[in-house]
């Protein structure tokens, strides 16, 4: 029985023959992958080790089913064990093992398995990967192939949420870089992506954070990400509401099972983890701006990163909730939003990585990596909301923050007419829609608080 090895890259595949000691016959010409396969046929417990090795190695795991297709009710069963309700699925869940081999498996050895993959959801012990990070620092990190890394083995557990929509790129691709890298950018708001081929910006290794955190990358949706849409049935950045979180029997009549597959992933995440940061961009042409959870927490984390605006009480103003920021409040863990610009944008990916970078170094020792002279962002507070209706459409084009005089006119729709700016000492108009939605926010309308 063959291990499927296409996820993992050719220098782990020669790390796992050394281990193993399949040396290469100077004679042959067969890959690592046709080594270990060849090793793992020879005998059922070849196979097994071989994935224990991997999980020891790596540290991470794609996600506890491999299948393409979500189905409860063939692949997944409740088992109460010594780490408490822990998901054994009924086929493999990791690509290098095969169903044949799970399936002989016995059950103590099914859930001794799993504790590889679950580490981290109770207890939050995760697999120390620094030493192989050090060497191999280029990982398969994005939607097709790992969607969840885990480094270090410090005390304090930061969580980095990116691809929560999958028209939102910029998060992944800025972790992949930093991967990459294997260093922390320095950087402004202002930065700008020709700025990422400075060498002496990359001024920190990011193996140096790992006795103070333990950092954990999720992507929020892979399938979307890979088909570069916002999301497959339903906005996962809405579903962060136990009633949602609870009901397979509507996610199966709507369609939406993957997605509350993910939600359920990353609910779990979110709850044990010290500090939230989740990336996004926008449809709009903007700066950078960041958007704190309500707790003093995240403010001031919020006012410390590299962006040209915070707007408060924004992120909690959603028309529908279920944010993975509510999410985060209700489990009393500070959180962050950022919108890091225009989906295409030509920096948007630079300013994501500064910000990640910041984010990172503040969590460790409680400094930033942001240049001393940038500026201070700019404080808001968001006053309301509008939503998208029947008949939608802005009066003219807008920019975004642009400041709007109390009483003019901004945007009208069948259900109501023209709509007025409410605030009587003007607003300034934060994520104006450029793709409106019915149902959907149509702006959210804030006031400057310095």
Request: a negative charge; one cysteine or more; proline letters at 3%.
């Amino acid at each position: 029985m063959q291990l499927d090895l296409s996820c993992l890259a050719d220098h782990l595949l020669e790390t796992l023959c050394e281990e193993l000691e399949l040396d290469k016959d100077e004679s042959s010409s067969t890959s690592p992958a046709d080594r270990i396969n060849e090793f793992t046929s020879s005998h059922p417990e070849a196979e097994k080790a071989v994935s224990l090795l991997i999980f020891k190695h790596i540290g991470l795991s794609k996600s506890l089913l491999k299948r393409g297709e979500f189905d409860r009710d063939v692949l997944t069963e409740n088992r109460k064990n010594e780490l408490g309700n822990l998901i054994v699925p009924h086929l493999s869940p990791v690509r290098w093992l095969s169903d044949e081999s799970w399936g002989n498996m016995s059950e103590e050895e099914k859930l001794d398995f799993m504790t590889y993959i679950l580490r981290g959801v109770d207890g939050r012990q995760f697999f120390s990967t620094s030493n192989v990070f050090r060497k191999y620092h280029v990982m398969n990190f994005g939607p097709e192939g790992i969607d969840r890394i885990v480094l270090g083995h410090g005390p304090k557990h930061v969580l980095v949420l990116v691809g929560i929509h999958g028209n939102e790129l910029c998060g992944v691709l800025a972790v992949q870089l930093l991967l990459q890298k294997h260093r922390l950018f320095q950087g402004t708001s202002s930065v700008s992506y020709q700025q990422l081929e400075e060498e002496s910006r990359w001024d920190m290794l990011l193996e140096n954070l790992f006795d103070q955190l333990t950092i954990e990358f999720v992507i929020g949706n892979p399938k979307a990400c890979q088909g570069k849409t916002r999301f497959l049935c339903r906005n996962l950045n809405r579903m962060f509401k136990l009633q949602i979180l609870v009901d397979d029997t509507q996610a199966k009549e709507e369609g939406y099972e993957y997605e509350l597959h993910r939600a359920r992933i990353l609910a779990e995440s979110i709850r044990h983890s010290d500090c939230v940061l989740d990336i996004h961009s926008c449809s709009s042409d903007s700066e950078s701006f960041a958007m704190p959870s309500s707790n003093d927490l995240s403010e001031e984390f919020a006012e410390q990163l590299p962006v040209k605006y915070v707007v408060e009480s924004l992120i909690h103003r959603s028309i529908d909730g279920g944010t993975t920021l509510d999410c985060a409040l209700l489990h009393g863990v500070p959180g962050i939003a950022v919108e890091c610009g225009q989906h295409d944008h030509v920096d948007v990916v630079a300013r994501a990585v500064v910000i990640i970078s910041t984010f990172l170094l503040q969590m460790s020792n409680g400094t930033s990596t942001a240049d001393e002279t940038s500026e201070r962002p700019v404080k808001m507070r968001c006053e309301g909301v509008e939503m998208v209706q029947e008949g939608f459409e802005f009066l003219k084009q807008f920019q975004e923050f642009e400041c709007i005089p109390h009483d003019t006119v901004v945007f009208r729709d069948d259900i109501r007419g023209e709509v007025r700016c409410p605030i009587k000492s003007g607003a300034y108009l934060v994520m104006p829609t450029k793709m409106p939605v019915v149902g959907e926010e149509a702006l959210f309308w804030a006031v400057a608080q310095n």
